[in-house]
């Protein structure tokens, strides 16, 4: 007896101390709601929205990629599994058996083989109870749970992007689901029309047939923004066409699908989503000022530990090891670590020179932690001194950076920063003769300074005016290739400073501030000892 109720209690102490030892910070079910039902807020009566998760994705034979949740999903759900749905209604609905609900959502079933090989599955009851939803049903039931989607003025959903394949004969992976759906909503997607279509078809309607060469020229330009014109091969013979006869009749085929009616609408929740996840809330911040932080502490580490004899990935591995130290998942976009004229290909992820040399490096990486994501940039000398040129350069870039982060202020308008530090920039380039007016188009500047981190590395967003609790990077940069049109003492430089900002009542806030930053406090950080200097593994290659 007393043996029994020894093994009850350790038994008991063991599964608290199993379950405390899973991260609990994620955000709470109480957030999730309260997003769905700001965005159930902007949904007009009779609508419905349907949000998929993200599939697995296949990487070769049975081997696939680490799965991440698509995050406009995640934002609405919690749900960090596969092949779920989230169908959120503006009104209520009831059930047969007189239940009530406005939203449902469909989770993977519970498998106890599948979870042996792949892992836990919340399945229903789990997510009812974490996720904090009353209706939850399993995705193979999605397709008769008799939503009749037709019933509704408008449905929601966000563009397709069909990078998924139907892997096993299950039902209930993502591919079915949207096959279901498609099938139960009459989805066709020749019945509505892009932003972009729209304007082609506008164009074609408006344009007299002697002047369609214009039209066709345009139509090849617009594919490039909405591959679902290639789809219409109406509007691709027309493009081809020479023969009049041909177009005029095409053109009326084309301008007849003006009129085409649909209740499946492809803007509201990717425009509405942006307006809510562009402002963070309180826990948004925290978890954000953390991926920052741990971010920050990783090009700390790296100042310390850099040698010139040390290759990009390894450099890259150990910022990686101080992220997964904190216990963050995943980098939140592919870790760049360049030197020299790598540092000048902007999204570098090849990582695979072997010696750092005596080059600059520039290192843009970010943790993801819950979900959010940093973006922190530092560009530092391999050998921790930075030659005057490089000093040069780096400067401007550091200039730009202040004046523009002085913009990250409650009404200003969000291309502030950029215009800012493009005008110290240009001024730089044209001191150090790099440039010769300051009106030359030049390519050593070629992206923008600012865009919202969260979720996405690159989260939506309007870009209309700064407004309190965004988090938005800061990034100037100036990259002189090899072979620029300059003196040659500049080639080979390539400097990026990127940080996180926290736009307040009070003005910015620097959230990765504790990276160096300035010439001064790089040096002073790059000539402390690193615990890495006596980390020496065997060669393996004698
Ligand atoms: N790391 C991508 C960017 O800075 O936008
Ligand atoms: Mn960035
Ligand atoms: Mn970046």
Not at 8 to 29: A, E, H, M, R
Not at 133 to 143: I, S
Not at 257 to 264: C, E, G, P, Q, V
Not at 367 to 373: H, L, S, V
Request: aromatic share 10%; with cysteine; charged share 25%.
């Amino acid at each position: 007896m007393l043996l029994r109720y020894f093994l009850f209690v350790l038994g008991f102490t063991l599964t608290l101390n199993i379950s405390s030892q899973t991260p609990t910070d994620y955000l709470p079910k109480e957030f999730h709601k309260s997003r769905r039902e700001a965005l159930r807020a902007k949904m007009p009566v009779n609508s419905v929205a349907v949000v998929f998760a993200n599939p697995l994705r296949n990487r070769a034979n049975d081997v696939d990629y680490v799965f991440h949740q698509d995050p406009n999903f995640y934002y609405l759900t919690g749900y960090r599994e596969p092949n779920g749905v989230l169908v959120l209604f503006s009104d209520d609905q009831q059930a047969e058996d007189g239940t009530v609900y406005n939203e449902m959502l469909f989770v993977q079933k519970k498998d106890k083989r599948a979870e042996q090989w792949d892992g836990k599955r919340l399945g229903i009851e789990g997510a009812k109870e974490r996720l904090g939803f009353k209706m939850v049903m399993n995705g193979e039931d999605f397709k008769n749970a008799g939503i009749n989607f037709k019933a509704f003025d408008r449905i929601f959903v966000e563009k397709f992007n069909d990078d998924y394949r139907n892997s096993t004969n299950n039902t209930g992976e993502i591919y079915d689901l949207v096959m279901a759906f498609k099938q139960n909503a009459d989805y066709n997607p020749n019945n509505f029309l892009s932003p972009i279509k729209k304007q082609i078809y506008e164009l074609v309607k408006s344009t007299p047939i002697e002047n369609s060469a214009n039209v066709a020229q345009i139509i090849g330009r617009a594919i490039a923004y909405d591959p679902s014109l290639k789809e219409d091969t109406d509007l691709m013979k027309f493009k081809d066409a020479s023969e009049i006869a041909i177009k005029k009749d095409l053109k009326e085929k084309i301008t007849l699908k003006l009129n085409a009616k649909t209740n499946i609408d492809i803007s509201f929740l990717s425009s509405n989503l942006a307006t809510l996840r562009e402002v963070k809330t309180p826990a948004e911040i925290k978890l954000l000022t953390k991926a920052i932080r741990i971010s920050a502490v990783g090009q700390i580490e790296v100042m310390k530990a850099m040698k010139p004899h040390m290759s990009e990935i390894e450099l890259q591995g150990i910022h990686e090891f101080v992220y997964k130290k904190y216990g963050a998942e995943y980098e939140g976009y592919p870790s760049i670590v360049g030197a020299g004229n790598n540092g000048c290909i902007l999204h570098y992820i090849e990582n695979s020179k072997t010696k750092v040399g005596n080059d600059l490096v520039l290192m843009d990486l970010g943790a993801e932690y819950r979900g959010y994501t940093a973006d922190v940039t530092r560009t530092i000398p391999a050998n921790g001194k930075f030659t005057k040129a490089q000093k040069a350069i780096y400067n401007i870039v550091y200039d730009a950076q202040e004046a523009g982060i002085k913009a990250y202020t409650v009404g200003e308008s969000m291309a502030k920063p950029n215009q800012i530090a493009i005008a110290v920039v240009n001024q730089g380039l044209l001191d150090l003769g790099i440039i010769k007016s300051l009106d030359e188009k030049h390519p050593y500047f070629p992206h923008g300074t600012s865009h919202h981190i969260g979720l996405d590395v690159h989260d939506p967003g309007n870009y209309g005016n700064f407004e309190e609790n965004m988090v938005v990077t800061m990034e100037p940069g100036i990259y002189i290739p090899e072979g620029s049109n300059c003196d040659k003492k500049w080639w080979g430089i390539g400097i990026r400073i990127e940080d996180d900002i926290l736009v307040t009542k009070n003005g910015p806030v620097n959230l990765s501030a504790e990276a160096p930053r300035t010439v001064k406090e790089i040096e002073k950080m790059m000539a402390k000892k690193s615990v890495l200097d006596d980390f020496v593994l065997p060669n393996l290659d004698e």
